[in-house]
Nanobody, 127 residues
């Protein structure tokens, strides 16, 4: 079973920054996609950003392109999401997720039978 340790999140002002971190146990680097989904109240959970090192793909949803940056450190079994120029519409619960290597494509971050989820962390951006 994949174990997650998520940190970061909290409250930011419009235009501010936050950084999310996700440490994953039993992380077989090169065989996974990793990234974040987010879910705002009353809305569906959507993919925000992901990367799959084994296939060399990084994905960002259109609304965060140019503002969010995803990175990973295989040695530390850690991924991070740097969120800059934040907007009130970024307010949501953010979930770290790990899935199969093809779950992260250039078009989306998909879920499937091998997707594992972190517990989520609240991100709130004040206007």
């Amino acid at each position: 079973e994949v174990q997650f340790v998520e940190s970061g999140g909290g409250l930011a002002e419009t235009g501010g920054s936050l950084r999310l971190s996700c440490v994953v146990s039993e992380f077989l680097w090169g065989d996974y996609s990793i990234g974040w989904f987010r879910q705002a109240p009353g809305k569906e959970r959507d993919g925000v950003a992901c990367l799959s090192s084994s296939v060399g793909v990084i994905y960002y949803t259109d609304s965060v392109k140019g503002r969010f940056t995803i990175s990973s450190d295989g040695a530390k079994k850690q991924a991070a999401l740097q969120m800059d120029s934040m907007k009130p519409e970024d307010t949501a619960v953010y979930y770290c997720a790990v899935g199969g290597p093809t779950y992260c494509s250039g078009e989306n971050f998909y879920t499937g039978p091998s997707t594992s989820w972190g517990r989520g962390t609240q991100v709130t951006v004040s206007s």
